[in-house]
């Protein structure tokens, strides 16, 4: 049983570059959440999705792009690579609201 | 947004000592959830508490929760190296999908 797995684990960009973070869950969970993590915070959410074919911003979504065109994919997007988006972004799921979250083991990206 | 505080930041303690965290929240909850992190991987679910709840137990695990003064404490008994973690507190947002609000964590240190 995978549960939730992100794909790549390590990335370097430049700036302007664009890439697509995977997220995959087999859970069958409905609600699917991108966080971001930088050194000495907590997560910060970006974007999340309550159900195939829906997503909202979070609290920072700016440079950020999503879609969950099926149930047990969630996808980030960044269009132009900023060195501000370097950091270790994480996706997580959950079976309803409230419930526990289930976490992938992380990405490490780096924009230089 | 940040909603929850850990404290304290860093805690360093021999193997066999219990460790105490702390953790202060803002606004009302239906449940709060406390996660552990290694260096460098993903989130673990530790333990879920409910705003009904007072006090919940798993393995060396201790959680209490005070509603009214807006509080969590999480307790591991009998620390071993193998604690050596950040733990992060967090509250689900109702506003943003049920998206986990964390604060920045505690960072344990437990030596042999």
């Avoid at chain 2, 940040?2 to 202060?24: F, H, R, V």
């Avoid at chain 2, 260096?39 to 005070?66: A, F, M, P, Q």
Wanted: charged residues 15%; hydrophobic residues 30%.
């Amino acid at each position: 049983n995978a549960g939730v797995t992100q794909t790549p684990k390590f990335r370097v960009l430049k700036t302007g570059q664009s890439m697509t973070l995977l997220c995959a869950q087999d859970m069958n969970h409905e609600y699917m959440y991108w966080y971001r993590q930088d050194p000495g915070m907590g997560l910060r959410l970006i974007h999340y999705s309550v159900g195939e074919g829906t997503t909202a911003k979070g609290e920072v979504p700016d440079g950020y792009n999503v879609s969950r065109l099926k149930k047990q994919n969630f996808l980030l997007g960044l269009e132009s690579a900023a060195p501000s988006q370097t950091s270790v972004y994480f996706c997580a799921s959950s079976i309803a609201p409230g419930n526990i979250q289930y976490f992938g083991a992380g990405t490490r990206l780096s924009v230089l | 947004s940040q909603q929850g505080e850990e404290d304290p930041q860093a805690l360093s303690i021999q193997e066999g000592e219990n460790a105490t965290m702390n953790c202060s929240y803002k606004t009302s909850i239906n449940n709060l959830q406390w996660y552990r992190q290694n260096s460098g991987r993903g989130l673990v679910h530790l333990i879920l508490i409910r705003s009904n709840e007072r006090e919940k137990h798993s393995g060396r695990l201790r959680v209490t929760l005070d509603t009214s003064k807006k509080s969590s404490s999480l307790l591991i008994t009998a620390s071993r190296a193998a604690d050596t973690a950040s733990y992060f507190c967090a509250q689900s947002n109702s506003n943003s999908g049920y998206a986990l609000n964390f604060g920045k964590g505690t960072s344990l240190l437990v030596t042999p």
